[in-house]
Structure formats: C-alpha cells, structure tokens
C-alpha cells in the first residue's frame, strides 16, 4: 500500500519508523514543509511512556542515551531557595535536532520530500483521501494518509474546520545556553524556579555536558512582548528574572538568543474523532497539549505505537479504514486527560506560590 505522511516531525517520523515491514509502510512518502538539515526547535523530555514507544517502535537505537537522564526535580522559589523535591522515574532531556536525527534514520526506505508544503487534499465524495496537494502543483496518490503537521495542522483544518485551537494564556521562551560548568551542576535534575506571584517561571535542564536548555513561561496577559528579535527576546528574559537565581543568570550570560524562539502554547479541544476513512491524525495535529504536561512528542510516539500494533495485518483499504476508526476511539481518553492536566497545571503555575509548593511539571 501506498502511504502518504503528512508532516515530518515527531509523529511523523515516529510512524514511518513503526510502519516498517508492515503491508501499509511498504511504500511510504513524507511530505515535510522543512528544507532538510533545518529542523528547529531546542529540546524536549522524553517520558517513561515515549521512551517506551521508542524501544518498541525502534529497538535497535539507544533511545535512552539519546540525551540526559532527568530522575529528579527541584521546584525552587526566584532567589533559589529550594521548595520541594523529589525523584520521578527517569525520563531523558534530548535536544530536538538530535533526535529527529535518530528518529528519521530510523524511518529505513521512507521517501522523504523536504521543503515541500501540503496546501490541500483531494477527496471523493464519500470522505476517502485520494491525493495530497503541494504548493508546488504537484500531487502524491495514497492509500493511506497520516496528518502529522503539528499543532497549527493544515490537514485537520480541511478535515475537521470546527477544531480550533484555544486561545494563548501562557507564551514561552525556548533557549539554549553553551554552559558546561551549570550542566554539571545541573546534573540529573530538572530544576525549575517560580515568581511567587505565580505566572512567570524558568526551568533548567542539562541536555548534554556542555548544553544547558532553558524555558521561560510567562503569563501573556500580564505582559505585552512585541520584539521578538534576538535583542527584545534577550531584554525581556532580563528584565523577567533580575534578581533571580544565579544558576539562571548563569544560563542567560550563556546563552545566543539569535536561536531562542517564542512560543504561544495553544491547547486543542479534546475532539470527537481524529480520524476519518482512510487518513488519521497524530501528534499535535490531533490532540496538541499545554506545555506544562511534557507530553506533546510523547504522545504522538504513543500515538505511532498504537498504530503500529493495530496496521500490523492490515493489506486493504477497508481493514485500514477499521482501523483508523478504532485507533481513534483508543486514543480519545488519553487526550482528553492530557487536555485536563495540562489546564490543571497551566492554573496552578498562574495562581501565587503563597497557596502551596508548585504543581510537579509532568504528566506520566
Ligand atoms: C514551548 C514548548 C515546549 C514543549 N516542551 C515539550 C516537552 O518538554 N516534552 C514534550 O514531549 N513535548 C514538548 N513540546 C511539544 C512537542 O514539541 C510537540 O508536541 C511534538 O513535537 C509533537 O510532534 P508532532 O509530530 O505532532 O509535531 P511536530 O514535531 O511539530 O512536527 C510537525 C511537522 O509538520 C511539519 N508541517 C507543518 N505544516 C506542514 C505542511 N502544511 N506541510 C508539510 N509539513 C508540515 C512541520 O514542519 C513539522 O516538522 C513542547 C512544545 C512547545 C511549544
């Protein structure tokens, strides 16, 4: 069968991989709107269940030394003072850009065409996905179709157009600071210091011995940020946390902001059905979650498992299109909890520290 991926990031990539040796991945197409060797993005936790996810889909890497191991957190006040602490089971801090690396290497024969855009699909009358449309005029025939496009998915908006992504509450900046010397320090734990206010926090993690990812959550509300150049992202983070701990202040002197970026963390609705005949949605596109969960990659590793086990035998478009229908049903509860959870913890971060110690920032 022919497959036709949608997106090349993580559900994307991790898909392909796990369609490997089935009937449904033996000729498998990703479209990806990236130019290659420009993937993006700083770094993410790899959870119990997406490393998991990892191990089954693609045995043969060593996903858990693809990046750090995290087996504690540190949940500080602004001046550093620790608040509480505690082990978790140990989840792994990789770099995106590494990792995507590993993951598309994983993807064996699937054809990858970089740079290239999807801007619609063509569909029979009946719902069934014949076509994906590039903006380059072209078309790529399927059998099969995964809208893994991420959060602002294009492949959800012409399916699905009632789904709409929620409002911005929470912006982020994402950075990475060359500082071997806090890495060490840093060691295994994820620490993570809050304004007492609530509504503005840092997080620190060592993603390697010399790299150090750091994040800055903050209420958009509250403060206006118009200046995104390397500059106005570099002023606000310092205007943000003057004062603070030095370990931050470390990372910031540390730290290239030509290559931060500024995220507006958009949640999605839980939706009805995140598949429909032959095309189903993964990842982000499907169920994109607040930040505060660290689930979005994890889930769509999930999410690739799960198709995995239910394609194995699949070798015609009917048993396909049962499938899709059932992957959709199963992942339903999943990302409606992730949904509430990352609500819950985006209302204890806004809410003042006074009211207790900060909300453990994962979901497992
Ligand atoms: C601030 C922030 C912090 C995060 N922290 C974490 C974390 O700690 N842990 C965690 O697990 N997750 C985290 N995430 C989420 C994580 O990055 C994503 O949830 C995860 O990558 C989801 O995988 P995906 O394949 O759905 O989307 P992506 O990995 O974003 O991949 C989507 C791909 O589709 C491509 N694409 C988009 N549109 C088109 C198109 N029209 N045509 C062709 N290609 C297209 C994009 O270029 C991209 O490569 C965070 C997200 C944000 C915003």
């Not at 000729?27 to 191990?55: D, Q, Y």
């Not at 943000?240 to 902001?257: H, N, Q, V, Y």
């Not at 429909?276 to 999410?303: E, I, K, M, R, W």
Request: proline content about 4%; glycine content about 10%; overall charge neutral.
């Amino acid at each position: 069968m022919r497959s036709v991926i949608i997106g090349g990031g993580v559900g994307g990539c991790a898909v392909a991989a796990a369609l490997r040796g089935s009937c449904v991945g033996s000729n498998c197409t990703v479209i990806e709107r990236r130019p290659s060797g420009l993937p993006g993005g700083m770094g993410f936790i790899l959870m119990p269940n997406g490393i998991a996810a990892l191990e089954n889909i693609a045995p043969e890497f060593d996903w858990r030394s693809a990046g750090r191991t995290l087996d504690r957190v540190s949940l500080r006040a602004a001046n550093g003072r620790i608040l509480t602490e505690q082990t978790i089971e140990p989840a792994t801090c990789v770099s995106r850009e590494r990792f995507l690396a590993m993951l598309r290497e994983a993807t064996g024969t699937a054809r990858f065409l970089d740079g290239r855009n999807l801007s619609g699909l063509v569909r029979q009358s009946d719902g069934v996905t014949k076509a994906a449309a590039l903006d380059n005029g072209s078309m790529i025939e399927g059998d099969a179709f995964f809208g893994c496009d991420g959060a602002a998915s294009r492949t959800r908006a012409i399916l699905f157009p009632e789904a709409q992504l929620a409002d911005v509450v929470v912006k982020e900046v994402v950075s990475m600071a060359h500082a071997p010397a806090l890495a060490k320090r840093l060691g295994s734990t994820f620490h993570k210091f809050h304004d007492e206010e609530g509504g503005l926090a840092v997080g620190l993690l060592a993603e390697s011995a010399e790299r150090v990812v750091w994040f800055l959550q903050f209420d958009a509300r509250r403060w206006e940020f118009s200046d995104t150049s390397a500059a106005g992202i570099a002023q606000f983070t310092r205007d943000r946390i003057a004062g603070w701990a030095p370990d931050l202040l470390e990372a910031l002197a540390c730290t290239d902001f030509a290559r931060s970026h500024l995220w507006p963390t958009r949640d999605l609705p839980p939706m009805a059905s995140i598949s429909c005949q032959n095309l189903a949605l993964l990842g982000d596109a499907a169920h994109a979650c607040l930040p505060f969960t660290s689930q979005g990659a994890n889930g769509a590793l999930v999410d690739a498992l799960v198709l995995k086990g239910l394609l194995a035998e699949v070798t015609d478009q009917a048993g396909l299109i049962a499938a899709f229908a059932q992957y959709s049903e199963s992942r339903r509860p999943h990302h409606r909890r992730m949904f509430l959870e990352g609500r819950r913890l985006r209302e204890a971060f806004l809410a003042p520290l006074l009211k207790g110690v900060p909300a453990l920032p994962l979901v497992a």
